[in-house]
């Protein structure tokens, strides 16, 4: 073993065990390292990096939060929205704005060097001490009870005293730290405990921006991007596939319907004679409504071979309730015979089923 002492006074060149100096073999970690070696803070390490196992998928409890499904209009341009009326857009999202009519509509925009899909509400006429009510209602589950929540997003609108707000069925909360009124993109979020019995709800309500204040015909508010998730601290947002987001809509709101503008011939339901002349189908729904949904139809239909008729009506749902519907219309075909309902060569004919909340 050889030892060099320099000008400075320093011992180098010192080796044990045949060892350079400053390294540790695997024989001596195997026979154990003092526990009062390992001081010190350990750096974060993520668990995919040591087990190749990624962060659980599926964590956001907002549904349609990337504002993807649209089974009731496009809403690529400025929708009208009634004053104070509680109306659905994209899918599971419904706004208004108190005593004041507005526009909604989606749009793809950059938000933090990110493309992403923002949505965005417009007063189109006057008032003060008014409110944005942009809202999305999870459902309830027991075992949701006494958790904490954490909600985050983006947010930017011109309304100044804006924060996030959740009414849990015991009383309404805003959290989280005021928004800019600057028009600038912010990200936003807070914590929330749920209640200890959620038995007499069935679910709490989201709303991205809440505060009163003075609007014009231009104060608006914008929001993307939206998550409810457990524990207290906000993950990144989770992009879903179109056909999943679509399913998790479906259970709330399902509407079939011409796919061609131009108009067609979409086939909806194949009905049976009953009696009196009145058919009889059944439509099965592609996934288990919340509840029994109520049923519309808009445009014109048309019995192959028979006659064209402008609306079908629900049947008496006790057989087909969540799971699908009987339908029932009059034709003059003959006693015995089966029908085919399609469109009358009309794009906006359509069956609609709603079980929002």
């Known amino acids: 073993m050889a030892i060099v002492i320099n000008g400075s006074g320093t011992v180098t060149g010192l080796s044990v065990g045949g060892l350079p100096d400053g390294t540790v073999d695997n024989d001596t ?3 154990g390292l ?3 070696k390992l001081t010190g803070a350990l750096p974060a390490i993520s668990g995919a990096a040591l087990t190749g196992i990624t962060e659980p998928p599926r964590k956001n409890f907002i549904i ?3 504002f993807t499904v649209n089974q009731r209009a496009a809403y690529t341009s400025a929708t ?4 104070g009326t509680k109306t659905y857009v994209s899918d599971r999202w419904a706004v208004y704005i108190e005593s004041i009519a507005s526009t909604y509509n989606w749009y793809d925009t950059t938000i933090d060097g990110v493309k992403r899909r923002a949505a965005k509400v417009l007063s189109t006429g006057t008032g003060s001490s008014k409110y944005f009510h942009v809202t999305q209602q999870p459902e309830y589950e027991s075992w949701m009870e006494g958790k904490t929540i954490t909600i985050s997003g983006w947010v930017r609108t011109n309304l100044a005293g804006q924060k996030i707000r959740i009414c849990d069925g015991v009383g309404c909360y805003l959290i989280g730290s005021t928004i800019a009124s600057d028009g600038n993109w912010s990200y936003i979020s807070g914590q929330h405990t749920l209640p200890s ?4 709800y069935t679910a709490f309500q989201i709303h991205p921006a809440f505060g009163t204040g003075d609007f014009t015909a231009s104060t608006y508010l914008e929001w993307a991007e939206f998550k409810v998730e457990f524990g207290s601290t906000a993950t990144a947002y989770e992009q879903r596939s179109y056909g999943e987001e679509l399913a ?3 259970r709330y709101y399902y509407k079939t319907t011409s796919s061609n503008s131009g108009g067609s011939y979409q086939n909806f339901a194949v009905c049976s004679w009953i009696d009196n002349a009145v058919y009889r189908g059944v439509i099965e729904f592609p996934v288990t ?3 029994r949904p109520t049923f519309s139809s808009t445009g014109n239909f048309q019995s192959l071979g028979g006659p064209t008729f402008s609306a079908m009506n ?4 006790t057989t087909f309730d969540r799971h699908g519907i009987q339908v029932n219309v009059a034709s003059n075909q003959s006693a015995g015979q089966s029908i085919l309902i399609r469109a009358n060569n009309d794009a906006t004919a359509a069956l609609i089923y709603d079980a929002e909340l």
């Open 29 to 31: 970690v195997a026979s």
């Open 34 to 36: 003092a526990s009062s």
């Open 64 to 66: 349609n939060g990337g």
């Open 80 to 83: 009208a929205v009634s004053a």
């Open 197 to 200: 019995d959620v038995s007499s």
């Open 248 to 250: 998790l809509c479906q």
């Open 289 to 291: 409504m919340r509840t």
């Open 314 to 317: 629900a049947g008496d749902g």
